[in-house]
């Protein structure tokens, strides 16, 4: 039987390992984000473009509004635009997941507070973002990735099942949620956590596709590093 100075020893040596999970975190995620998925993956000579696009701490999948595979309009519809007349015939469309607290309550860095973070970290429910786009140009934060249509369907299927979709098709918009003009949001499955982050769906969805990738990456960066 342990005495209570036993117990408080476990105890003890249990509340030191608490400061010490973040910076395990971060190695985790370095050294996953290292490693690739699909190394010998190579961009087909003909394909369809995509692109990779960041914010420094978030990431998205630009691709074409309309292709022979998926006709994005009819599962987002660019009449739940904030200005629909101005957006609805943009070529191209940006898809997203991440937390329904991050996305619907913080719209920029002086809305975030230690309540709303832990709030999205404990497996908060998620959302989808969608964004009419124009062209997408090439730069540090975007990289444009072409893929075969055959990768492009897995991707469209990728996305499908991200989201709850009606009889018509149509994916269950978070009404009167905007943070421009040219967005929408929208119910998603899956839960928000410090696994399962904005940037590992990205990820998910490149493996999906079998395009090199990180093992794990809740960070931005591994994405690009592996796309280099």
């Known amino acids: 039987m342990r005495t209570p100075t036993t117990i408080f020893r476990l105890v003890l040596r249990s509340l030191l390992l608490i400061p010490a999970l973040p910076l395990c975190y971060l190695l985790a995620a370095l050294a996953l984000g290292l490693l690739p998925s699909n190394r010998e993956w190579a961009q087909p000579e003909a394909g369809i473009p995509i692109y990779l696009d960041s914010n420094g701490v978030h990431t998205s999948l630009v691709m074409p509004v309309k292709t022979a595979q998926a006709d994005w309009t009819t599962a987002f519809s660019p009449r739940q635009l904030s200005k629909p007349e101005r957006y609805a015939h943009s070529p191209y469309i940006s898809i997203s997941w991440g937390s329904k607290v991050f996305f619907l309550t913080i719209q920029s860095w002086k809305d975030l507070s ?40 897995k991707l469209v299927a990728f996305i499908r099942r991200s989201a709850p979709f009606d009889d018509q098709g149509q994916a269950l918009q978070e009404k009167g949620y905007h943070y421009y003009d040219n967005d929408a949001f929208y119910t998603a499955h899956g839960r928000y956590n410090p696994i399962v982050t904005c940037n590992q769906w990205t990820r998910d969805a490149l493996a999906e596709m079998g395009v090199r990738t990180a093992l794990w990456s809740p960070f931005v960066q591994p994405l690009f590093w592996q796309l280099k």
């Open 114 to 153: 230690a309540g709303k973070a832990l709030s999205a970290l404990a497996f908060d429910q998620s959302v989808l973002h969608v964004e009419y786009l124009p062209q997408p140009k090439e730069g540090k934060d975007t990289k444009r990735v072409l893929i075969s249509p055959e990768q492009y369907e």
